[in-house]
């Protein structure tokens, strides 16, 4: 099947520093890319969706300069969250989706346990 | 717009009883429908999805689902559980038109008591 690789991880950083997670499509080309985020106990949350080549698209209530997605190819989006406070702690995961038609589904990444202090 | 509720947040259930996971949905537009497993601090695995053709589908480690789309549900049925089984379980929703957006519900956690 599928693979999307996530990293790093686990990463831990300092309050106000900026983190950068990546995901990557390893055997397909995935033309959507999504970023969710998770609270301890908590569903999965729609952050954006990322589109290779423009803007990505934010859910309401998603600070886009906060968190910065970039598409910049068909294998890879990554996710910066800038200036990172204790409450940006969270399980971020990203899904990729190979190319346009019906009948094709998300892959899910492992997931970053990102954690602020 | 498209929603997921899933009606138990809890399900206790003693080792080899059977289980069933409640996922019900509502879309404006058709959808395909999947259940995900996921264990502690790890990421989501697939564990089947409807995408078309049957409306019984079966998935990995003996667990099957069946789209009712009257009743707009979609079950998650395992005839004996394990130990191992207990974690929590996701049922989504993904738009088929329109930009695929994947919608979860709030999971189920499955323990599975000796």
């Known amino acids: 099947g599928a693979v999307v690789s996530q990293h790093p991880s686990r990463v831990i950083c300092k309050s106000g520093t900026s983190v950068k997670i990546e995901c990557r499509s390893l055997?397909?080309?995935?033309?959507?890319m999504f970023w969710y985020r998770q609270f301890p106990k908590q569903s999965l949350m729609l952050m954006a969706t990322s589109n290779e080549g423009s803007k990505a698209t934010y859910e309401q209530g998603v600070e886009k300069d906060k968190f910065l997605i970039n598409h910049a190819s068909l294998t890879l989006s990554t996710l910066t969250v800038t200036s990172a406070h204790p409450e940006d702690s969270s399980f971020y995961i990203c899904s990729a989706r190979p190319g346009t038609g019906e009948n094709t589904e998300a892959f899910f990444g492992q997931g970053t346990r990102l954690t602020v202090v | 717009a498209q929603s997921v509720t899933q009606l138990d947040s809890q399900v206790p259930v003693f080792e080899e009883a059977p289980v069933e996971l409640r996922c019900n949905y509502s879309?404006?537009?058709?959808?395909?429908l999947f259940w995900y497993v996921q264990y502690p601090n790890q990421g989501l695995q697939l564990l089947l999805k409807y995408l078309s053709g049957s409306t019984l589908v079966k998935g990995i480690n003996g667990f099957e689902a069946e789209f009712n789309k009257s009743q707009t549900s979609f079950h998650l049925r395992k005839p004996s559980v394990h130990i191992s089984d207990t974690a929590e379980y996701f049922c989504a929703v993904t738009r088929r038109t329109g930009g695929f957006k994947t919608i979860f519900g709030a999971g189920t956690r499955l323990f599975v008591k000796a």
């Open positions: 055997d397909f080309q995935a033309t959507t």
């Open positions: 879309s404006s537009v058709s959808v395909y």
